[in-house]
């Protein structure tokens, strides 16, 4: 059976090393003797219930891990189920049994270090570049083994569409790009062309694959992996410049003195900047595109030297397996959904019973901060300060981002106003500087915090996008989500240190505020760039100008926020936003009139950070029903569609948002609205 392990260092201690001791890794290792008969029967009925629903529910519920620690901490759900009839007022005795089912359920998940295993993944394009990599460097055999391969391959049968392709993520329709990689894969990993794979899987992968034309028809990036770049139509702009460069340049290049004053130079500076970045990531990289290609520059430098070692011992960083195989994530969102357990949990004011579980969570998140900027001269190397700021994993990873900081800021200042016998030693106030000072250095101009480094390259320079598929890669924007996020996390941080930096601060909360008021959509919503889509953007940007003072009386833009909130809401009481809302920059619900769970948290708590409690509860009761009503047997939710996405066309599967948000949102609920009393009630129309 498979094992998650946590803040283990693995067998490669020649080649891996760590800032915090590894605290937040997440790792697999098959042991063979491993688990009962019961056990392993429980995975395999797992996996054959993902495959016999695939074509329905495409996202996994992430459960080898899960039922591993269930079963490691003998939980056992001791509450009661919970149902809100039709008719029924909802009690503060339920909406409590409902929201400590959850709390109980989603602490029983925590891990030993303290943060919230999950996986992230869901495009179907990161995996087969690893594939090729280490078939290209010879180490294909050695890294993935007899049942790494069996898993591999389970992942790309389960999530093979019916027409034979597959999509650029688990719910896509079937693409060029993803469809090519993956039938190469399955080669690599030895299947056949003619019978290879389960139910077929490779003949009708070639299938769909010449019946559109062919694997020439697979964009650039694709055919950066097969070495082959010159029958995909590309933006003129990319036309020009590349074949100018082939055509005018290559023949001199490639020739003395040429090769040597240019060439041999720009690849030396090449590789100082890859190697920068690896020492800087502990060979982690920023993410798994980026892990793979450093990987493959430092195995073509030197197939035995100690740069291209130190990456193969960092590949398991990257893979995580559930019930429809193993698959290669972004990398990890450990302090990410650490920072949300942590603030739904407060907010449950359920402190008594799950006191250990917020210690550990503090604990994880203040070894998690990063200590220092990156190293020597990082300025001259392209780098950004991170001295204060909090990753999207752990601490190794090493790369800043504005909303996990302020994020992780927010956690940090909430649980210095606990009992430190409850929750421990509140973090230093000069390491809170440090994260306020990250948070200032990223805002732009237009008052909009932006994700990594400071924005303010030309938008022209976007022409160049070489991915043909993803919008935005090439130069930084501002989002609202960060921007939201500082927001808050700095209200609270002048409140608690009204002295530190005060002018500074203020200046740009108000700017920050300006920005989430000028970016609205004319509907009301705001676009949401990290979530699906319109939803997840409203959420944050009503907690932004809430937090910054704005009312529904005092702010026209949070009274058409509300609008769009409720003009959207299911007659069944949740919200579904579907994933096509991000690529298409337009709101569309989920077929079928159906509402999603998480969509629904977020709604939720955006209709109460604009006082939706104060004025109408009706919404928030219909929307609180949904979300008790479907709560499982333990406690847990179900797994439904997607709701993370990047770039505006690939979407993410967050796993530990079905958890968290609705617990947030019942907490929230439970805290803002005055609930009937079980003694009390009388019955109404829901």
Same mark, same amino acid.
């Given at each position: 059976?498979?094992?998650?392990?946590?803040?283990?260092?693995?067998d490669?201690?020649a080649?891996?090393?760590?800032?915090?001791?590894?605290?937040?890794?997440?790792?697999?290792?098959?042991d063979?003797?491993?688990?009962?008969?019961?056990e392993?029967?429980?995975?395999?009925?797992a996996r054959l219930?993902?495959?016999?629903?695939?074509?329905?529910?495409?996202?996994?519920?992430d459960?080898l891990?899960r039922?591993?620690?269930l079963r490691?901490?003998?939980f056992?759900q001791?509450?009661?189920p919970?149902k809100?009839?039709?008719?029924?007022?909802?009690?503060?005795?339920?909406?409590?049994?409902a929201l400590?089912?959850?709390?109980h359920?989603?602490?029983?998940?925590?891990a030993?270090?303290?943060?919230?295993?999950?996986e992230?993944?869901?495009?179907?394009?990161?995996l087969p570049?690893?594939?090729?990599?280490?078939?290209?460097?010879?180490?294909?055999?050695?890294?993935?083994?007899?049942?790494?391969?069996?898993?591999?391959?389970?992942?790309?049968y389960?999530?093979?569409?019916?027409?034979?392709?597959?999509?650029?993520?688990?719910?896509?329709?079937?693409?060029?790009?993803?469809?090519a990689?993956?039938?190469?894969?399955?080669?690599?990993?030895?299947?056949g062309?003619d019978?290879?794979?389960?139910?077929?899987?490779?003949?009708?992968?070639?299938k769909?694959?010449?019946?559109?034309?062919?694997?020439?028809?697979?964009p650039s990036?694709?055919?950066?992996?097969?070495s082959?770049?010159?029958y995909?139509?590309?933006?003129?702009?990319?036309?020009?410049?590349?074949?100018?460069?082939?055509?005018?340049?290559?023949p001199?290049l490639?020739r003395?003195?040429?090769n040597k004053l240019?060439?041999?130079k720009?690849?030396?500076?090449?590789?100082k900047?890859?190697?920068?970045?690896?020492?800087?990531?502990r060979y982690?990289?920023i993410?798994?595109?980026?892990?793979?290609?450093?990987?493959?520059?430092c195995w073509?430098?030197?197939?035995?030297?100690?740069?291209f070692?130190?990456?193969l011992?960092?590949?398991?960083?990257?893979?995580w397996?559930? =019930?429809?195989?193993?698959k290669?994530?972004?990398f990890?969102s450990?302090?990410?959904d *650490?920072?949300f %357990? +942590? &603030? /739904? $949990?407060?907010a449950?004011?359920l402190?008594d019973?799950?006191?250990?579980t917020?210690?550990r969570?503090?604990?994880?998140i203040?070894?998690?901060?990063?200590?220092?900027?990156?190293?020597?001269?990082?300025?001259?190397?392209?780098?950004?300060?991170?001295?204060?700021?909090?990753?999207?994993?752990?601490?190794?990873?090493?790369?800043q981002?504005?909303?996990?900081?302020?994020?992780?800021?927010k956690?940090?200042?909430?649980l210095?106003?606990?009992p430190?016998e409850?929750?421990?030693?509140?973090m230093?106030?000069?390491?809170?500087?440090?994260?306020?000072?990250?948070l200032l250095?990223?805002?732009?101009?237009?008052?909009g915090?932006?994700?990594?480094?400071?924005?303010?390259?030309?938008?022209?320079?976007?022409?160049?996008?070489?991915? =043909?598929?993803?919008?935005?890669?090439?130069?930084?924007h501002?989002?609202?989500?960060? *921007?939201s996020? %500082? +927001? &808050? /996390? $700095?209200?609270?941080?002048?409140?608690?240190?009204?002295?530190?930096?005060?002018?500074?601060i203020?200046?740009?909360?108000?700017?920050?505020t300006?920005?989430?008021?000028?970016?609205?959509m004319?509907?009301?919503?705001?676009y949401g760039?990290?979530?699906?889509c319109?939803?997840?953007?409203?959420?944050?940007a009503l907690?932004?100008?809430?937090?910054?003072?704005k009312?529904?009386?005092?702010?026209?833009a949070?009274?058409?926020?509300?609008?769009?909130?409720?003009?959207?809401?299911k007659?069944?009481?949740?919200w579904?936003e579907s994933?096509l809302s991000?690529?298409?920059?337009?709101?569309?619900?989920l077929?079928g009139?159906?509402?999603?769970?998480?969509?629904?948290?977020?709604?939720?708590?955006?209709?109460?950070?604009?006082g939706?409690a104060?004025?109408?509860?009706?919404?928030?009761?219909?929307?609180?029903?949904?979300?008790?009503?479907?709560?499982?047997?333990n406690?847990?939710?179900?797994?439904?569609?997607?709701t993370?996405?990047?770039?505006?066309?690939?979407?993410?599967h967050y796993?530990?948002?079905?958890?968290?948000?609705?617990?947030w949102?019942?907490?929230?609920?439970?805290?803002?609205?005055?609930?009937?009393?079980?003694?009390?009630?009388?019955?109404?129309?829901?």
């Open positions: 059976m498979w094992k998650l392990k946590v803040a283990e260092g693995g490669s201690s080649y891996i090393y760590s800032t915090n001791n590894f605290v937040g890794r997440q790792t697999w290792e098959f063979p003797n491993a688990g009962t008969d019961e392993r029967a429980e995975v395999e009925a219930h993902f495959y016999n629903n695939r074509h329905q529910v495409k996202a996994n519920g459960l891990w039922m591993q620690f490691e901490k003998k056992k001791t509450i009661p919970v809100v009839e039709d008719g029924e007022v909802i009690t503060h005795e339920k909406t409590t049994d400590r089912r959850s709390v359920f989603f602490s029983a998940l925590q030993s270090d303290g943060h919230w295993p999950a992230n993944a869901g495009p179907l394009f990161f570049p690893l594939v090729i990599g280490l078939y290209i460097t010879g180490h294909l055999d050695s890294v993935f083994h007899e049942e790494h391969r069996k898993e591999i391959l389970r992942y790309i389960y999530h093979q569409n019916e027409d034979g392709g597959w999509g650029l993520h688990v719910e896509g329709h079937s693409t060029m790009f993803s469809t990689l993956s039938y190469i894969s399955m080669r690599f990993l030895g299947e062309s019978d290879g794979g389960q139910d077929n899987a490779c003949p009708r992968a070639r769909w694959i010449l019946d559109h034309g062919g694997v020439t028809h697979i990036w694709g055919k950066t992996w097969l082959e770049d010159i995909y139509p590309h933006p003129w702009i990319q036309n020009l410049l590349w074949d100018s460069l082939y055509i005018s340049t290559e001199l490639t003395w003195p040429f240019i060439r041999e720009a690849l030396q500076v090449t590789m900047h890859i190697h920068y970045e690896d020492e800087n990531s982690i990289t993410g798994c595109v980026e892990k793979v290609l450093c990987m493959l520059a073509a430098e030197d197939p035995n030297g100690e740069y070692k130190k990456h011992a960092r590949i398991p960083d990257y893979l397996i559930a =019930e429809d195989g193993m290669m994530q972004s990890g450990q302090m990410w *650490t920072g %357990a +942590i &603030q /739904a $949990l407060l449950t004011n402190t019973e799950i006191g250990p917020l210690a969570g503090h604990d994880f203040k070894i998690s901060q990063v200590k220092d900027n990156p190293s020597g001269d990082f300025k001259s190397m392209h780098r950004h300060i991170s001295k204060g700021s909090w990753t999207f994993s752990d601490q190794d990873h090493g790369w981002v504005s909303d996990c900081t302020a994020e992780g800021l956690c940090c200042l909430l210095s106003m606990m430190s409850t929750v421990g030693e509140k230093e106030p000069e390491r809170l500087y440090d994260s306020v000072n990250v250095s990223l805002q732009s101009k237009n008052g915090l932006s994700a990594w480094e400071p924005a303010g390259a030309a938008e022209w320079l976007e022409l160049l996008n070489p991915t =043909e598929f993803f919008a935005d890669i090439v130069i930084e501002e989002y609202v989500e960060c *921007t996020s %500082a +927001i &808050q /996390a $700095l209200v609270l941080f002048k409140k608690l240190y009204p002295g530190h930096r005060k002018k500074e203020e200046h740009f909360i108000t700017n920050a300006h920005y989430i008021e000028n970016t609205q004319p509907d009301g919503s705001w760039n990290w979530g699906i319109f939803t997840y953007g409203t959420w944050f907690g932004g100008l809430a937090a910054a003072g009312t529904f009386s005092t702010c026209a949070m009274r058409k926020a509300v609008r769009f909130l409720l003009t959207t809401q007659e069944n009481g949740g579904g994933y991000s690529p298409q920059k337009t709101y569309i619900p077929e009139n159906r509402s999603n769970l998480v969509h629904t948290a977020w709604a939720m708590m955006a209709l109460i950070h604009s939706q104060e004025r109408n509860r009706t919404p928030l009761h219909r929307a609180t029903k949904f979300i008790i009503n479907s709560q499982l047997e406690g847990d939710f179900p797994q439904q569609e997607l993370g996405v990047f770039l505006k066309n690939c979407m993410l796993a530990a948002y079905r958890n968290i948000f609705p617990l949102a019942l907490a929230e609920y439970r805290r803002r609205c005055p609930l009937p009393s079980t003694s009390c009630t009388a019955h109404r129309t829901m």
